[in-house]
């Protein structure tokens, strides 16, 4: 029974940060890729970051560079927002793909998908 469950979501003020976490059950991370992925409402899911558990590899959306930082431990991926826009409130949602040895976004290789955890951005 794999299972992904994001948690860490909440109201943040412009400006401010937040940590968002994804655990695991049923299976570990070290042959899987990791993503986090958003939706707003009216708007198409997008990817926003991306981890390769094997070498720590990453791939980030433009638009969050230099701001979001998205790593792993054991069962648990994580992404830290720092310096939250507005245009950052979504659902984010964890993914996980198995056997991608490179950082991609492309959502058809991700096949587990956790519940989604909302972030609303306060001006």
């Known amino acids: 029974d794999v299972q992904l469950q994001a948690s860490g979501g909440g109201l943040v003020q412009a400006g401010g940060y937040l940590r968002l976490s994804c655990t695991a059950s049923?299976?570990?991370?070290?042959?899987?890729?990791l993503a986090w992925f958003r939706q707003a409402p009216g708007e198409e899911r997008e990817g926003v970051a991306c981890?390769?558990?094997?070498?720590?590899s990453t791939h980030y959306a433009d638009v969050v560079k230099g701001r979001f930082t998205i790593s792993t431990d054991i069962n648990t991926v994580y992404l830290q927002m720092n310096s939250v826009e507005p245009e950052d409130a979504a659902v984010y949602y964890c993914?996980?793909?198995?056997?991608?040895?490179?950082?991609?976004?492309?959502?058809?290789?991700?096949?587990?998908w956790g519940q989604g955890t909302q972030v609303t951005v306060s001006s």
């Open positions: 993914a996980a793909g198995w056997n991608l040895s490179i950082p991609t976004m492309y959502q058809p290789f991700y096949d587990h």
């Open positions: 049923g299976f570990t991370f070290d042959n899987y890729a």
């Open positions: 981890i390769v558990s094997k070498d720590g």
